[in-house]
C-alpha cells in the first residue's frame, strides 16, 4: 500500500535572505525593458534567468517559481505599507508588515515595474 503524503499540498514557506531578496530587485530591475516586451507566458525564461543570476551570486538557490513567488511578495508588501502610510484612503484591506516590507519599501520606492507594457503583434 502506498504511503499518503499529506503535506503534498502545503505552501513551503521559504526563508529568504537579505541580500538574494535585494538582488532579486536588481535583476527584476534590470530584466524591466524585457518584462515589458515579453508575453506574459513566455516570461518564465526570464524568471529562470533570475534565479540562475541569485544562484550564482548567493548561498541560497531559488527556483524561478520562487523567485516570481517572492517578488509578487515583495511587490504585495510595498503596496500594502504604501496604503498604512498613506492612511488607507482607499480603504483596502491592511496586513501586518513583514521585516522585508520595511526594509526594501525604499529600493521599491520609485515603482519601477509599473511601466505600462508594450504589446507585441507578431510574438
Not at 516570481?68 to 503596496?79: C, D, F
Not at 509599473?114 to 504589446?119: A, G, I, P
Amino acid at each position: 500500500m502506498a504511503a499518503l503524503n499529506l503535506n503534498a499540498n502545503l505552501p513551503v514557506y521559504i526563508q529568504w535572505p537579505d541580500d538574494a531578496a535585494l538582488t532579486l530587485i536588481q535583476r527584476r530591475r534590470a530584466y524591466q525593458p524585457l518584462f515589458t516586451t515579453t508575453r506574459l507566458h513566455n516570461q518564465n525564461q526570464l524568471w529562470r534567468g533570475i534565479a540562475r543570476d541569485i544562484r550564482n551570486n548567493h548561498i541560497f538557490r531559488p527556483t524561478r517559481k520562487q523567485c516570481r513567488e517572492k517578488w509578487n511578495a515583495l511587490k504585495s508588501g510595498y503596496e500594502n505599507l504604501e496604503r498604512l502610510i498613506n492612511r488607507n484612503p482607499e480603504g483596502y484591506p491592511t496586513r501586518t508588515l513583514t521585516l522585508h516590507d520595511e526594509r526594501f519599501h525604499q529600493e521599491l520606492s520609485d515603482e519601477f515595474w509599473r511601466v505600462e507594457r508594450k504589446y507585441l503583434l507578431f510574438n
